[in-house]
């Protein structure tokens, strides 16, 4: 990141990648099954909390897969969303972490932030965890806990999956999906109609998602009550060893942000 204190006249840049070697940016695949190329943005998006902390979000492959049968030759694999702040004007910047709590292979991409006015950090981006035989992404959303130094939870936000049977620039060139109220994160996104007759192979809609702040604080309350008691963890203990129902969602119940309860 390039870093000026004289109104633009002298940059002096700094490494926010520094714990990942160089890697090269190629489109990632519409499906497993598909040699469709998907132009998966992937930052980075700066943005500036009203601390003064400077936050920035990207997306990277973990690696690039030579492949004849696909569209270029080559495709990005397993892209993740990465988050990384710097408290001295972008100077030093803390070790990327990952926002995805998924271990899938799956792609996520188009990372959009914002902070509001509470300091809290939200990331809002596509993914494509589930069905990956399937052209088709959902919509995750994710908050940043200071305390505990990472994203503890990744909520879905939209009900139906979204198609993306063409790739290349759908659904466009970058997403800004973030926006808040009093009480409320809204996210904006691509999303289907299943009653609108014709092509369904592509986002025939825009929806916002409106989601209660406090989602985030519910994790670990099972039953919903409000409070973290020993009934949480009798409904715990019976779904991991007495093959009761899985909490919903899932990651209320996932306390390490694993994705294994």
């Known amino acids: 990141i390039g870093v000026s204190i004289d109104e633009g006249n002298n ?103 914002k902070v509001d006015e509470n300091g809290d950090v939200y990331v809002a981006f596509l993914d494509h965890r589930d069905n990956q035989d399937l052209c088709q992404y959902d ?27 063409w790739g290349h620039r759908d659904p466009g060139d970058y997403l800004d999906m973030l926006g808040f109220g009093d009480n409320k994160i809204f996210v904006s996104h691509p999303c289907v109609n299943p009653n609108i007759p014709g092509d ?14 406090d989602i985030f604080d519910s994790c670990a309350d099972l039953n919903s009550d409000g409070v973290r008691d020993i009934l949480d963890v009798s409904l715990l203990i019976n779904h991991a060893f007495r093959n009761g129902p899985e909490p919903q969602p899932k990651w209320i119940g996932d306390l390490n942000a694993d994705g294994v309860i």
């Open 11 to 113: 940059f002096s840049y700094y490494d926010v990648n520094n714990t990942f070697d160089s890697y090269s940016q190629y489109p990632a695949r519409v499906s497993n099954q598909s040699n469709k190329s998907w132009n998966l943005y992937s930052g980075p998006e700066i943005v500036l909390g009203n601390d003064g902390v400077l936050y920035l979000v990207w997306a990277r492959p973990k690696e690039t897969i030579l492949n004849p049968d696909v569209e270029y030759g080559k495709y990005g694999y397993d892209y993740d969303i990465y988050f990384s702040y710097s408290e001295d004007r972008g100077i030093h910047w803390t070790n990327p972490l990952m926002v995805n709590n998924d271990d899938s292979g799956g792609d996520q991409g188009f990372p959009s932030m």
């Open 139 to 165: 919509v995750y959303l994710a908050r940043f806990n200071k305390l505990t130094n990472n994203f503890p939870s990744n909520i879905k936000v939209n009900d139906l999956s979204i198609p993306n049977y």
């Open 200 to 213: 369904q192979t592509l986002p025939s809609d825009a929806c916002i998602a409106k989601i209660p702040k």
